[in-house]
């Protein structure tokens, strides 16, 4: 059977509620800071949890794109643009009109498609009878704009990129929640494998920040509610987790065929070496106690990337710090590692940044292609009380400094969908650099 191509990352683009661009998020992930403290974006003091972690100072003045296409954007295309351009500028390379048919782009895209505001604005001018009254939309300045409709759409984040860039190969949105990003960015690896593209654009974006979905998930029990101290209320794994901090960004990354990387004299950060996918068929809401969907998912990966558990050196977990993922993903990290389990280093990034929703997976792919690079592993923060449940070997105090050989990140979604992703020290594939 002919071997397939080889895809190495060359580019990463960050915005996280910790930093709008990939040295400032690195550098409060080294930190060990929290980007989580009270909502600004809207008054909560109505919510049983009042914190999140939002992205802060954040000028969508950094973003190239032309004006007027910056009006067709809601505040995470927004994000979306800066960390595509941040991704493209550190690949060094861009779609022309010669090859742009040869560009593809995949993105995890939100679970909310209509902003608070818009959506407000056309309840406002709703009938009594919940029948919406045409007659009254020119009343209010966002019922009545025809962009507040392309706004929402759920195409709206890859049309925005693929025009801004001039990616004309092929285009998808991965819609299935915390495990969008990395889906998406798996999506993007096969296209490339079998040849359709030669590069991609890929990663994710969301922000759920909104009355809407606060609620949603206050209902559900998800976050916590550790208002009073909301740079400990994440912590994963921990005993005394009591749910996750609601974030939002963005993570793009640039890939490319190994050959055309290296011929251009790329810098790689990491070889996107594998992929592997499952649904569980047990709640909406929650993965199966026994791990049983992220067991398959992990192993499909491994196998995609053509590794044993003894070759992986970091895990990046999914870890939202909710009771149930918490024990049901350790359960599947036992399984799937073995003896392995107890030397295999883990860490979940949402200890410091929150949960990213749709945008997770690609950041936390990000994160562990400049892990690779930079031969470190982030902190899996506030952890305080074992959970003999999650007895795992988790990166505590400080950063782990050391070689990676492979790193594998996690992201399980609301639905059921299970999403792995292995990246490979590029020494491994062209021997030392």
């Given at each position: 059977m002919k071997p397939h191509r080889r895809v190495a990352i060359t580019g990463v683009g960050l915005v996280t509620p910790v930093g709008n661009d990939v040295a400032s998020t690195w550098a409060a992930l080294d930190g060990v800071k929290s980007g989580a403290a009270a909502i600004t974006l809207f008054d909560a003091s109505g919510f049983s949890t009042r914190i999140a972690a939002e992205v802060k100072g954040f000028d969508p003045r950094v973003i190239t794109a032309e004006r007027k296409l910056l009006k067709y954007t809601n505040r995470s295309h927004r994000f979306a643009l800066a960390a595509a351009e941040e991704a493209m500028r550190d690949a060094g390379v861009a779609p022309t009109d010669?090859?742009?048919?040869?560009?593809?782009?995949?993105v995890g895209t939100g679970m909310m498609g209509v902003e608070f505001a818009d959506l407000s604005g056309v309840q406002r001018n709703s009938a009594a009878g919940g029948e919406l009254d045409a007659r009254l939309l020119p009343d209010d300045p966002a019922a009545a704009d025809p962009l507040a409709f392309c706004r929402s759409q759920s195409t709206a984040g890859v049309a925005l990129l693929t025009r801004r860039f001039g990616i004309r190969g092929y285009a998808t949105s991965v819609h299935t929640a915390c495990a969008s990003g990395g889906q998406a960015i798996g999506t993007a690896l096969k296209l490339i494998?079998?040849?359709?593209?030669?590069?991609?654009?890929?990663?994710?974006?969301?922000?759920?920040?909104?009355?809407?979905?606060?609620?949603?998930?206050?209902?559900?029990?998800?976050?916590?509610?550790?208002?009073?101290?909301?740079?400990?209320?994440?912590?994963?794994?921990?005993?005394?987790?009591?749910?996750?901090?609601?974030?939002?960004?963005?993570?793009?990354?640039?890939l490319e065929d190994w050959d055309c990387a290296r011929a251009r004299g790329a810098h790689i950060y990491a070889?996107?070496?594998?992929?592997?996918?499952?649904?569980?068929?047990?709640?909406?809401?929650?993965?199966?106690?026994?791990?049983?969907?992220?067991?398959?998912?992990?192993?499909?990966?491994?196998?995609?990337a053509n590794a044993a558990p003894a070759d992986v050196d970091?895990?990046?977990?999914?870890?939202?710090s909710t009771g149930m993922n918490d024990r049901s993903e350790s359960a599947a990290i036992r399984a799937v590692f073995g003896a392995d389990a107890k030397r295999v280093s883990v860490s979940?990034?949402?200890?410091?940044?929150?949960?990213?929703?749709?945008?997770?997976?690609?950041?936390?792919?990000?994160?562990?292609?400049?892990?690779?690079?930079?031969?470190?592993?982030?902190?899996?923060?506030?952890?305080?009380?074992?959970?003999?449940?999650?007895?795992?070997?988790?990166?505590?105090?400080?950063?782990?400094?050391?070689?990676?050989?492979?790193?594998?990140?996690?992201?399980?979604?609301?639905?059921?969908?299970?999403?792995?992703?292995?990246?490979?020290?590029?020494?491994l594939v062209d021997g030392p650099r």
């Open positions: 010669a090859d742009g048919e040869r560009w593809g782009c995949a494998r079998r040849g359709a593209v030669d590069r991609a654009l890929a990663g994710g974006f969301d922000s759920m920040i909104s009355p809407v979905g606060l609620a949603g998930f206050c209902l559900l029990s998800a976050v916590s509610a550790d208002n009073e101290t909301p740079e400990l209320a994440s912590r994963p794994f921990d005993a005394t987790r009591n749910g996750f901090v609601l974030g939002e960004g963005a993570g793009f990354i640039v070889e996107l070496a594998g992929d592997g996918n499952s649904l569980s068929s047990y709640r909406i809401t929650d993965s199966p106690p026994d791990g049983d969907g992220p067991i398959q998912s992990m192993r499909a990966a491994l196998a995609d970091y895990i990046n977990a999914h870890g939202t979940s990034t949402k200890s410091s940044m929150g949960h990213l929703i749709a945008a997770a997976g690609a950041v936390e792919v990000a994160i562990c292609a400049l892990g690779i690079d930079r031969s470190e592993m982030p902190v899996n923060a506030n952890y305080r009380v074992p959970d003999p449940d999650c007895d795992l070997n988790l990166v505590l105090g400080a950063p782990r400094r050391q070689r990676l050989r492979m790193a594998l990140s996690n992201s399980f979604g609301f639905g059921g969908s299970n999403s792995c992703v292995v990246l490979r020290n590029p020494d």
